[in-house]
């Protein structure tokens, strides 16, 4: 599939990784201004935030460890540039650190969201931020050229099948997910992966978990 672009120039979204990726920024985008506002002392917003963090904790970790286990040796199979492979590897260590302290920073803001606590979970945040914005857009600039190139073959067919056999969690809520107020270039690039009806289905049945415990958050 070949990426055409907006008339602003933007390179259009093709492709699950590029739906993935423009969810991650949504998600940080959310909960660093959602820390910058945060009213202080309040237990229950933490808990709203805290349930948005662990569903993005939860995919970032899924979508890295796929890359690295499934699509990854596949591209290497098809013979991509080592050097990238070697370079997203070494970012992703650098991601998982900044995720990590994040998280631990985070779950003692769950805890007790007080203003030092808030001010520590909006720093560690940041810090991912940066992290996490820079490596997708080494990803999409430098891998998913190669990835766009090879999605018919035998390789990467198998990548996808083997990542839709180890996450059985349910397909509605990962959809739900990167519907979830996404831009018109999404919703275009997902209907292109999932037939629309198809897509409405699983986001408004199987998603409702999602779309109740995350989703209403934002609304
Ligand atoms: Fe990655």
């Given at each position: 599939?070949?990426?055409?672009?907006?008339?602003?120039?933007?390179p259009?979204?093709?492709g699950?990784n590029?739906?993935?990726?423009?969810?991650?920024?949504?998600d940080?985008?959310?909960?660093?201004?959602?820390?910058?506002?945060?009213?202080?002392?309040?237990?229950r917003?933490a808990?709203e935030?805290?349930?948005?963090?662990?569903?993005?904790?939860?995919?970032l970790?899924?979508?890295?460890?796929?890359?690295?286990?499934?699509f990854?040796?596949?591209?290497?199979?098809?013979?991509?540039?080592?050097?990238?492979?070697?370079?997203?590897?070494?970012?992703?260590h650098?991601?998982?650190a900044?995720?990590?302290a994040?998280?631990?920073?985070?779950a003692?803001?769950?805890?007790?969201?007080?203003a030092?606590?808030?001010?520590?979970?909006?720093?560690?945040?940041?810090?991912?931020?940066?992290?996490l914005?820079?490596h997708l857009?080494?990803?999409?600039r430098?891998?998913?050229?190669?990835?766009?190139?090879?999605?018919?073959t035998r390789?990467?067919?198998a990548?996808?099948?083997?990542?839709?056999?180890?996450?059985?969690?349910g397909?509605?809520?990962?959809?739900a997910?990167?519907?979830?107020?996404?831009?018109?270039?999404?919703?275009?690039?997902?209907?292109?992966?999932?037939?629309?009806?198809?897509?409405?289905?699983m986001?408004?049945?199987?998603g409702r978990?999602?779309?109740k415990?995350?989703?209403?958050?934002?609304?």
């Amino acid at each position: 599939m070949t990426a055409t672009t907006t008339a602003d120039t933007r390179p259009e979204i093709v492709g699950m990784n590029k739906i993935i990726h423009a969810a991650f920024r949504r998600d940080l985008a959310r909960i660093d201004d959602a820390l910058a506002g945060f009213p202080a002392s309040s237990s229950r917003r933490a808990a709203e935030l805290t349930a948005t963090w662990d569903h993005f904790c939860y995919q970032l970790h899924r979508h890295h460890q796929d890359e690295e286990t499934f699509f990854w040796p596949a591209f290497t199979e098809l013979g991509v540039d080592p050097a990238t492979v070697a370079e997203l590897h070494g970012e992703h260590h650098v991601m998982v650190a900044a995720l990590e302290a994040a998280e631990q920073a985070m779950a003692t803001f769950g805890t007790d969201p007080s203003a030092v606590n808030v001010a520590a979970a909006h720093r560690a945040v940041g810090w991912l931020r940066y992290v996490l914005l820079e490596h997708l857009a080494h990803e999409e600039r430098d891998m998913d050229p190669f990835s766009d190139r090879h999605q018919s073959t035998r390789q990467v067919k198998a990548a996808v099948k083997s990542t839709r056999k180890a996450h059985t969690e349910g397909s509605g809520s990962f959809f739900a997910w990167l519907s979830d107020d996404c831009s018109p270039e999404v919703r275009r690039a997902l209907q292109r992966e999932v037939p629309a009806p198809v897509l409405y289905l699983m986001t408004r049945l199987g998603g409702r978990s999602y779309t109740k415990t995350v989703a209403s958050i934002w609304r």
